[in-house]
């Protein structure tokens, strides 16, 4: 129903930047949330960022002021800038989007970030 596509991800050097964007195809409805977990081995999936098609927004405590998710209605697009890297960041990042009035609970298939020199 609803396709999530993620691409940006890379290796970058510590105190690099990277920019993840994520396109979402399908039946898409509003009010919906778009976001980005992470995931290390040996460790569960935690929320990144997420934002709301209101405009309302989450970070995770560890990456406030360093990241910043946007995004675009229109093209339901979500995009996370990621700044200030350091090695703890790298992770397989996923894109998700869930409904807020529909049972929909949608997940990208993960881009990896690699942060080291």
């Known amino acids: 129903q609803v396709q999530l596509v993620e691409s940006g991800g890379g290796l970058v050097q510590p105190g690099g930047s990277l920019r993840l964007s994520c396109a979402a195809s399908?039946?898409?409805?509003?009010?919906?949330?778009m976001g980005w977990y992470r995931q290390v081995p040996g460790k569960q999936r935690e929320l990144v960022a997420d934002m709301y098609s209101g405009g309302s927004t989450n970070y995770a405590d560890i990456v406030k002021g360093r990241f910043t998710i946007s995004r675009d209605n229109a093209k339901n697009t979500v995009s996370l800038q990621l700044n200030s890297l350091n090695p703890e960041d790298t992770a397989v990042y996923y894109c998700?989007?869930?409904?807020?009035?529909?049972?929909?609970?949608?997940w990208g298939q993960g881009t990896q970030v690699t942060v080291s020199s």
């Open positions: 998700r989007y869930s409904s807020i009035h529909y049972t929909q609970d949608y």
């Open positions: 399908g039946r898409i409805f509003r009010p919906n949330a």
